[in-house]
């Protein structure tokens, strides 16, 4: 039987990818792989991943603080506090912060094995940015592909 879990406001395993904070909420490791929970704070001016899609798994953001500005394909809106965007499977996406404050967000990933992305990203990170070819190769790891698929990725205008 698993254990239900409590992870404080002052706990969880902290990743930087770059200037973005990350707080690990759950893993997977209470939820038999199914669910898994960060807590991101992205700083003024700053890009989330190219534009991409996942080819197994579905994301959830729970805008929290400030307004991030979603690109899903060719559709651009800011989404606010409160506002909750579903990505499933194949949806390409991604994100900025075109704002001068901080934006704080909660997302999900199901199953919860993506934030092992996370991980390899920040480890990659903590040596300088990443090169293309690098977070290429940690994204195809873990079932993701850039979009378009001709293998030049685009990030959110700004």
């Keep these: 039987m698993l254990n239900a879990s409590l992870i404080s406001a002052d706990s969880g395993e902290l990743l930087m990818i770059g200037s973005t904070q990350m707080r690990v909420l759950e893993d997977g490791s209470h939820t038999e792989n199914r669910v898994g929970a960060v807590a991101s704070i992205l700083l003024p001016g700053v890009s989330g991943p190219p534009q991409h899609r996942h ?3 579905d994301e959830t953001f729970l805008i929290t603080r400030g307004v991030l500005r ?18 499933p499977v194949g949806v390409p996406h991604t994100f900025v912060n075109e704002s001068d404050a901080p934006v704080e967000f909660f997302s999900t990933c199901t199953p919860a094995y993506y934030i092992n992305y996370f991980r390899e990203m920040a480890a990659l990170s903590g040596k300088g940015r990443p090169s293309d070819k690098d977070n290429l190769a ?5 079932a993701t592909v ?6 030049k990725t685009q990030s959110a205008q700004r």
């Excluded at 940690?138 to 873990?142: D, E, F, G, P, T």
């Excluded at 850039?146 to 293998?151: R, S, T």
């Design 55 to 57: 080819l197994m798994h």
């Design 70 to 87: 979603f690109t899903l394909g060719d559709l651009q809106w800011n989404a606010n506090v409160g506002d909750y965007i579903v990505v």
């Design 138 to 142: 940690v994204m195809l790891r873990y």
């Design 146 to 151: 850039p979009f378009p698929e001709n293998g």
